[in-house]
C-alpha cells in the first residue's frame, strides 16, 4: 500500500461541501471516483479540513492509499482526466510517509475570505465572492480583526452544530487589506471551529460599517454566547488557501 498527499484546487459552488454525501454532489465523492476510474480501487480519502457547501479551496490538502506503487505524476495526471468535468483539480501530488496524515499531520491552515467591495454587483465573480455595497472602513475591521488575536473561547464564533470538543483557539493571523475593489481577509490558526472564519467576518463587517466598534467585538467575544455574534459572511468569499506540515511531512 502506498500513500499520497495531493494538493487540490476546487469552486465549491456545485458542490454540497467537502465531505461524501449519499445522493448529493461533494467534493469528496468527485475525488473517490476520479480515483476508482483510474485504478480500479474504492478508497476513503482524508482530507485537511471538511469545506462547507459553497466554500473554495486553492490548496486542500488530502491523503489516499493506493495499492499498487504508482509515479506520483502519473497519479495527478490520470486523476485530473478523470475531473475534467468537474470543478476540481490536482495540482500536486508526491509520495507520503505511511504515518503522515493529511488531517492530524498539519500544523496550520488558512483562511482567505474575499469581499467585492463596491455599488455594482459581480458579473465575472459571481459565487466567488460576498458583494457588499456599502463602503467598509478597513481600518476599524483591522482594528476588530485585533482583538481576536490570541487564545480564547471562541463559543461566540462557533456554529451551534460545531463538533470540536473543546471551543478554545488560537488565531495567529487575523489581518484585514483592500486590494482593488475587494477588501481581503485572512485569517491563520493551527485549526478552527466549524464557521468560526465566516462568524468572524461578519462581525468584522459590521464593524467597517460602523455599526460595531471594536470594542464591541471584544464584548461579543467574551461574551462566549453565540446569540452575541454578528450576522454570519456567506460561504461564497471563502478559500482555504493553505495547509502548513513540519518539515520532514
Known amino acids: ?8 484546487e476546487y469552486d465549491g459552488g456545485p458542490y454540497n461541501g467537502f465531505q461524501a454525501q449519499d445522493g448529493q454532489p461533494t467534493v469528496q465523492g468527485a475525488l473517490e471516483t476520479a480515483i476508482t476510474a483510474f485504478c480500479g480501487q474504492s478508497v476513503r480519502i482524508v ?11 486553492t490548496a486542500q490538502v488530502v491523503h489516499v492509499d493506493l495499492e499498487r506503487d504508482w509515479p506520483a505524476a502519473t497519479v495527478m495526471n490520470a486523476l485530473n482526466a478523470h475531473l475534467l468535468n468537474e470543478s476540481v483539480s490536482v495540482l500536486d501530488a508526491a509520495a507520503a510517509p505511511d504515518d503522515w496524515h493529511a ?4 500544523e496550520g491552515r488558512k483562511y482567505l475570505y474575499r469581499i467585492l467591495n463596491r455599488a455594482g454587483p459581480p458579473a465575472l465573480l459571481d459565487g466567488q465572492v460576498w458583494h457588499v455595497k456599502r463602503p ?18 471562541f463559543t461566540t464564533f462557533r456554529d451551534l452544530a460545531c463538533q470540536a ?24 490558526a493551527r485549526a478552527f ?17 460602523g455599526r460595531w466598534t471594536p470594542d464591541n467585538v ?6 462566549r454566547d453565540r446569540k452575541a455574534c ?3 459572511a456567506p460561504s461564497t468569499g471563502l478559500y482555504l488557501t493553505g495547509v502548513d506540515y513540519p518539515d520532514a511531512g
Open 193 to 209: 471551529l466549524h464557521r468560526q472564519v465566516r462568524s468572524m467576518t461578519g462581525t468584522l463587517v459590521e464593524v467597517g460599517m
Open 218 to 223: 471584544t464584548a461579543a467575544l467574551e461574551a
Open 136 to 153: 467598509l472602513d478597513v481600518e476599524a475591521m483591522q482594528a476588530g480583526a485585533n482583538r481576536l488575536l490570541g487564545h480564547h473561547d
Open 230 to 232: 454578528g450576522p454570519v
Open 103 to 106: 488531517r492530524f499531520s498539519a
Open 1 to 8: 500500500m502506498s500513500r499520497y498527499r495531493l494538493t487540490v
Open 165 to 188: 470538543k473543546s471551543p478554545m483557539r488560537t488565531l495567529d493571523v487575523a489581518r484585514v487589506e483592500r486590494v482593488g475593489q475587494e477588501v481581503h481577509l485572512v485569517f491563520e
Open 47 to 57: 482530507a485537511a479540513g471538511r469545506t462547507d457547501s459553497g466554500v473554495h479551496a
